[in-house]
T-cell receptor, first 117, second 112 residues
């Protein structure tokens, strides 16, 4: 059981280049998330998708777009990369469960380490 | 502004010893409090989730406590092992699974 799979694991971009970070989960979860983790800061939510066909902005959405391709896949796109977007990006998923959304753990992938020069 | 503060920032202990990590939060509304373990180079892994009505929850050698009145939580690790070396992140949920406030983490190093 792979859980949450992120590709690529590492990437170096030049300022202004674009790229898409891929995420797939095999746990049949409805909800998926994209976070960024920067040194000295807690994880911050970029975008989330409550269910297939819906996406919403999180705390730091500027400079990013997302696509919920199907129930399994949720991609994050940087249209014109900037050095401030150098970070580790984590995708996560969760199930609503019988207790409602708020009591379910989020399952994280191992991240994409992105450097923008 | 919702905030989660963790202490200490870092901690070094010897293998076999116990330790306690602290988390104070100012999050409203409050729904649940989570502890995650993050190994270097990996994604966070859930250890415990506690709701308002729960004041303790265990997962093996990990025991989390919650005092919703004082808005404090602790994570106690018993008989530490080298594999416990990681960052431990306190996360507070408010209202829905989408509204999570993450602490910066406590970096625990267990030495032989």
């Amino acid at each position: 059981n792979a859980g949450v799979t992120q590709t690529p694991k590492f990437q170096v971009l030049k300022t202004g280049q674009s790229m898409t970070l891929q995420c797939a989960q095999d746990m049949n979860h409805n909800s998926m998330y994209w976070y960024r983790q920067d040194p000295g800061m807690g994880l911050r939510l970029i975008y989330y998708s409550a269910s297939e066909g819906t996406t919403d902005k999180g705390e730091v959405p500027n400079g990013y777009n997302v696509s919920r391709l199907n129930k399994r896949e949720f991609s994050l796109r940087l249209e014109s990369a900037a050095p401030s977007q150098t970070s580790v990006y984590f995708c996560a998923s969760s199930s609503p469960g019988t207790g409602g959304y708020s009591n379910q753990p989020q399952h994280f992938g191992d991240g994409t380490r992105l450097s923008i020069l | 502004k919702n905030q989660v503060e963790q202490s200490p920032q870092s901690l070094i202990i010897l293998e076999g010893k116990n330790c306690t990590l602290q988390c104070n939060y100012t999050v409203s509304p409050f729904s649940n409090l989570r502890w995650y373990k993050q190994d270097t180079g990996r994604g966070p892994v859930s250890l415990t989730i506690m709701t308002f009505s729960e004041n303790t929850k265990s997962n093996g050698r990990y025991t989390a406590t919650l005092d919703a009145d004082t808005k404090q939580s602790s994570l106690h690790i018993t008989a530490s092992q080298l594999s416990d070396s990681a960052s431990y992140i306190c996360v507070v949920g408010g209202g829905s699974n989408y509204k999570l406030t993450f602490g910066k983490g406590t970096l625990l190093t267990v030495n032989p």
